[in-house]
């Protein structure tokens, strides 16, 4: 009687443990892509997570989504991390994989003390648009009106007192204006993406956020939960890759499933 009732239930655990089974044995490193992407070296950059959708420069481009590709030079502390988003370098100052926003500041306005170099942005609005809480910082620089001084703050590290052109700043809530209705002329104008801080000058250097496309990531916290990475194969783009231990799989490593083809 004894037996017959224990029999049943160890019967019943051994089938408990069977998937358990399983699945530490698929947990062995059999898949070169996944020990590739799995570099420590290609996983963090400072302080930073570094994961899909993007990948170090130096990684193989199945770890990340083409146009995300970063720099680490651990060797500058300030800003370790870089992108390059058109022409321009800027420094990635924090990446939330939540949000889908990535903070960026062109290296140019860290890196020098009172930037005269203003320029427009231009993005690439395939891979990144504007977060939410990005205003525009327009910039006057060496303007000379005549006849009336526009009501806008100045500029503080380039104001001169006995000059008599002055340059000036204004920070807008979506598309910029430009001068508006004011007459006069200025060496230079431009918009840059910023988000509103308490100065103009920590306001320049703080940055502003993009957003990338949840399309390019959205089964990721899923793979990443399974123990996998997300990866990318450009012949097929439609594919949710799932870079698990032992093979490349659909969405999950929990997914019985493997890819057509590994990437
Ligand atoms: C980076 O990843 C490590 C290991 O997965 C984790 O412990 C840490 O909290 C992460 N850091 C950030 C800033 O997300
Ligand atoms: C924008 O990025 C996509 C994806 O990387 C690329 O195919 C396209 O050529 C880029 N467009 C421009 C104008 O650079
Ligand atoms: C960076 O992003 C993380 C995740 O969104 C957030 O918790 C953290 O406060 C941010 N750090 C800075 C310095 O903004
Ligand atoms: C920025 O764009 C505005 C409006 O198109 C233009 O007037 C200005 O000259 C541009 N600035 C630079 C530095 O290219
Ligand atoms: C800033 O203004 C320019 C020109 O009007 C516009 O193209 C750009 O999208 C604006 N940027 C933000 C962050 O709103
Ligand atoms: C003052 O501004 C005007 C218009 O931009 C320019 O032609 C002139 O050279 C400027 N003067 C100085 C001293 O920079
Ligand atoms: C995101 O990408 C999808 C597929 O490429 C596209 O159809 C959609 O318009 C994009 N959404 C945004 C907000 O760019
Ligand atoms: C991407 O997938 C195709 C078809 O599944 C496969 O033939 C190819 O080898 C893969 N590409 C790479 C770079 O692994």
Not at 40 to 45: A, G, S
Not at 64 to 87: F, K, N, S
Not at 216 to 237: A, F, I, K, Y
């Amino acid at each position: 009687m004894l037996q017959s009732l224990w029999y049943p239930s160890s019967l019943c655990c051994l089938l408990l443990l069977l998937p358990l089974l399983l699945r530490s044995s698929a947990s062995v490193l059999t898949n070169p892509q996944y020990i590739e992407c799995s570099e420590p070296e290609y996983l963090q950059c400072g302080k930073l997570n570094i994961s899909y959708p993007f990948r170090m420069f130096e990684s193989p481009n199945y770890c990340g989504y083409p146009g995300y590709e970063l720099a680490c030079d651990l060797d500058d502390e300030v800003t370790p991390l870089t992108i390059r988003l058109g022409e321009k370098s800027y420094a990635v100052l924090n990446i939330s994989y939540q949000e889908r926003v990535v903070v960026v500041v062109e290296l140019y306005y860290m890196k020098i003390e009172c930037p005269r170099g203003f320029t427009n942005t231009s993005l690439n609005s395939t891979l990144f648009s504007y977060a939410g809480y990005d205003s525009n910082l327009t910039v006057y620089l060496n303007c000379n009106f005549p006849n009336m001084q526009p009501q806008l703050p100045e500029i503080p590290c380039l104001r001169n007192r006995y000059a008599s052109n002055k340059s000036y700043y204004k920070v807008d809530k979506g598309p910029s204006t430009f001068l508006d209705n004011f007459h006069g002329s200025c060496e230079l104008t431009a918009a840059v993406p910023v988000y509103y801080k308490e100065n103009f000058d920590a306001t320049l250097k703080g940055g502003f956020g993009l957003t990338w496309n949840n399309s390019l990531d959205w089964w990721c916290q899923e793979c990443m939960d399974s123990g996998g990475r997300c990866g990318h194969n450009e012949t097929r783009p439609e594919d949710q890759i799932c870079i698990c231990s032992d093979t490349n799989r659909l969405r999950s490593c929990f997914y019985s499933k493997k890819c057509k083809e590994d990437v």
